[in-house]
């Protein structure tokens, strides 16, 4: 099965529209656990095959959890070295860790082991990515080191990235509820007038 093929499986099996997804201007993810609309940059959009790929290698879904695990996976697989990535990464982190802090955890420990598909973005071709076979793509990325090479530097690293998640999980809910005050408000005037 080659990438392609696994990729358009992915969708399929998980009800996604790529086009729509690809034309939007915003779409919505879950920044905590606040469904928030983020801006649709072509930064995104080019990582975007490589995140779903992520997906299908590791087994991780796409509800609050799976996507937690596999951003602890990316931050794991040191997706550090795409500042933009990180960012997103970390948006999600969070609600996973509240819910199931053992599975995003065991999901960072996993990405140290294994090394992600971004840097294929810059290497070869759309076409070329295509035709890669999946399996073996699988096996050269997933889970390739016996060991983590400083595992306590590793632990600390990823408390670093916990501490950040949840910053902005506060600092998003707290603009969440300040624009629901701020809605409410404006609607008690609209009251009044109309009365």
């Given at each position: 099965?080659?990438?392609?093929?696994?990729?358009?499986?992915?969708?399929?099996?998980?009800?996604?529209?790529?086009?729509?997804?690809?034309?939007?201007?915003?779409?919505?993810?879950?920044?905590?656990?606040?469904?928030?609309?983020?801006?649709?940059?072509?930064?995104?959009?080019?990582?975007?095959?490589?995140?779903?790929?992520?997906?299908?290698?590791?087994?991780?879904?796409?509800?609050?959890?799976?996507?937690?695990?596999?951003s602890a996976w990316?931050?794991?697989?040191?997706?550090?070295?795409?500042?933009?990535?990180?960012?997103?990464?970390?948006?999600?982190?969070?609600?996973?860790?509240i819910l199931d802090?053992?599975?995003?955890?065991?999901?960072?420990?996993?990405?140290?082991?294994?090394?992600?598909?971004?840097?294929?973005?810059?290497?070869?071709?759309?076409?070329?990515?295509?035709q890669l076979d999946?399996?073996?793509?699988?096996?050269?990325?997933?889970?390739?080191?016996?060991?983590?090479?400083?595992?306590?530097?590793?632990?600390?690293?990823?408390?670093?990235?916990?501490?950040?998640?949840?910053?902005?999980?506060?600092?998003?809910?707290?603009?969440?509820?300040?624009?629901?005050?701020?809605?409410?408000?404006?609607?008690?005037?609209?009251?009044?007038?109309?009365?």
């Amino acid at each position: 099965m080659t990438v392609k093929e696994a990729l358009i499986g992915f969708y399929k099996f998980n009800r996604l529209n790529l086009t729509e997804d690809f034309e939007s201007h915003c779409v919505r993810v879950y920044i905590g656990c606040i469904l928030a609309p983020v801006p649709n940059i072509n930064a995104r959009k080019k990582y975007l095959k490589f995140h779903d790929l992520h997906h299908i290698m590791s087994g991780y879904g796409i509800d609050r959890i799976g996507e937690s695990e596999i951003s602890a996976w990316e931050l794991g697989s040191r997706s550090c070295r795409k500042p933009l990535i990180s960012i997103m990464n970390l948006f999600a982190l969070s609600t996973g860790f509240i819910l199931d802090p053992t599975k995003v955890i065991t999901a960072f420990y996993r990405g140290c082991k294994s090394k992600n598909l971004y840097y294929l973005a810059e290497n070869i071709s759309e076409a070329d990515i295509d035709q890669l076979d999946m399996v073996q793509t699988k096996s050269n990325h997933l889970e390739i080191r016996p060991t983590i090479k400083y595992r306590w530097l590793r632990k600390l690293e990823f408390c670093g990235y916990i501490c950040m998640s949840m910053i902005i999980h506060v600092i998003m809910l707290v603009a969440g509820k300040m624009l629901l005050t701020a809605e409410w408000i404006k609607n008690q005037f609209v009251k009044v007038k109309s009365a």
